[in-house]
């Protein structure tokens, strides 16, 4: 089946500073692709989604200048936290959604800011 | 804006009974709706995926159904095991992917 990756599985890092997160589709070609963010116990909140050579759109309440979204190319996206703080740690999870629409997620990526 | 519910938020059951999960959505203009199993700390694992013109689909022990046009779906699980302790997420597409809050299973041996 389809295979979505993400790199990394896990950072930490110092308040302050930027992380940015891979999200491929390895065997397929997607033209958007979705970022979640989930607290812990919580359920997947969508971010943003990410569209390929244009703008991302972001969800009401996201700042659009911290979690920075480029969609590269057909099967890279990625998620730059700009400026982390210990707020902004959490479980970063992205989809993409298969030719029949089937949404298949990255194993996700645990962001601890220190 | 779509909002998506999961009743019940828990549940735990012995091994070998037969369960419902329940989804509920406030608008009906969806493509399609999905199931996906959580395990603790990591991502999602599609189960099931039922396009807007489907009423219902099996794979193994598990057959979900949709109803569009009350905003409802079940996901049912046969002879539960063990093994199928998880978090259950349904989550509805319609302009973008709405997820509920999910039910956490537990099933004792």
């Known amino acids: 089946g389809a295979v979505v990756s993400q790199h990394p599985s896990r950072v930490i890092c110092k308040s302050g500073t930027s992380v940015k997160i891979e999200c491929r589709s390895l065997d397929f070609q997607a033209t958007t692709m979705f970022w979640y963010r989930q607290f812990p116990k919580q359920s997947l909140m969508l971010m943003a989604t990410s569209n390929e050579g244009s703008k991302a759109t972001y969800e009401q309440g996201v700042e659009k200048d911290k979690f920075l979204i480029n969609h590269a190319s057909l099967t890279l996206s990625t998620l730059t936290v700009t400026s982390a703080h210990p707020e902004d740690s959490s479980f970063y999870i992205c989809s993409a959604p298969s030719l029949t629409d089937t949404q298949y997620f990255g194993p996700g990526t645990r962001l601890t800011v220190l | 804006k779509q909002e998506v519910t999961q009743i019940p938020a828990a549940l735990s059951v012995p091994e070998g009974e037969n369960l419902v999960l329940n989804c509920s959505f406030t608008?009906?203009?969806?493509?399609?709706l999905q199931w996906f199993r959580q395990d603790p700390g990591k991502g999602l694992t599609s189960l099931l995926l039922i396009q807007s013109s489907q009423r219902e689909q099996t794979s193994g022990r598990l057959n979900a159904s949709l109803d569009k046009s009350s905003g409802r779906s079940t996901l049912y699980i046969a002879a539960s095991q063990p093994g199928d302790s998880a978090t259950y997420l349904c989550a509805v597409k319609g302009n973008d992917m709405r997820f509920g809050a999910g039910t956490r299973l537990t099933v004792k041996p």
């Open positions: 608008d009906s203009a969806i493509y399609n």
